[in-house]
């Protein structure tokens, strides 16, 4: 089975342009999650949806991060500018909800690295 | 969710078992304990999780005490490519689906 599906990989771009990474959870999860990992701060959760619902955005940095989920197959986080501070390793990972002690599927990350 | 106290390294010789220690003395009951590791440019993957009885899956091991105020996770036999930051995380299954991973312990298994 196909786990969590991210894209890009790996993205270089210059401080102020838009950002936008992707998700694909596995299918049949009713979760979704966005994490970012940095040396400084290591592993914090961003955002979470359930079933395409937003749920707790409060780990969001601010307002430059924004992230949706228009479908169960697809989820996006964008960065609008972005800064060198935003330098980090982005994961997605998905759950399932049958069950309540379902583990979180995690992709392989977006390495981004803003100039 | 309950914090957690781990070793920040440890070796384990390859082929030995590698056994990691978790400090949770504040955990309340409805808590469980939760291992993922991360091996170096990959996502984290689970690896088990438990209540208060000992645990077992194809990956490895889980011992809670009896007071639940610790655990270890025993990697029975391990091998070079158990080398990773291993996180344990206690939180209340429900009505919460975060994670909050601390610092973990990286776990080096030496040829």
């Known amino acids: 089975d196909a786990g969590v599906i991210q894209s890009p990989r790996h993205e270089v771009t210059e401080m102020g342009q838009e950002v936008t990474l992707r998700c694909k959870p596995i299918?049949?999860?009713?979760?979704l999650f966005w994490y970012r990992q940095t040396m400084m701060r290591g592993l914090e959760l961003l955002i979470y949806?359930?079933?395409?619902?937003?749920?707790?955005d409060s780990g969001m940095p601010e307002d430059r991060f924004s992230a949706k989920m228009p479908n169960a197959s697809f989820s996006t986080l964008k960065i609008q500018p972005s800064e060198p501070r935003d330098s980090a390793v982005y994961f997605c990972?998905?759950?399932?909800?049958?069950?309540?002690?379902?583990?979180?599927?995690f992709g392989d990350g977006t390495r981004l690295s803003i100039l | 969710d309950a914090k957690t106290t781990q070793p920040p390294s440890m070796d384990c010789a390859e082929g030995r078992a590698a056994n990691l220690p978790c400090n949770h003395s504040t955990i309340s009951g409805n808590e469980y304990v939760y291992w993922y590791r991360q091996i170096h440019s990959q996502g984290p993957q689970y690896i088990i999780h438990?209540?208060?009885n000992n645990e077992t899956n194809e990956m490895a091991s889980l011992i809670i005490t009896e007071d639940r105020k610790s655990s270890t996770l025993i990697l029975p036999h391990a091998t070079l490519r158990d080398t990773a930051v291993y996180y344990c995380?206690?939180?209340?299954?429900?009505?919460?689906?975060?994670?909050?991973f601390g610092t973990g312990t990286r776990l080096t298994i030496i040829p």
């Open positions: 299918s049949g999860h009713d979760y």
């Open positions: 990972a998905s759950s399932a909800i049958q069950g309540r002690n379902q583990p979180q599927h």
């Open positions: 995380i206690v939180r209340v299954p429900f009505g919460n689906e975060k994670l909050t």
């Open positions: 438990g209540l208060k």
């Open positions: 949806f359930n079933n395409n619902v937003p749920i707790d």
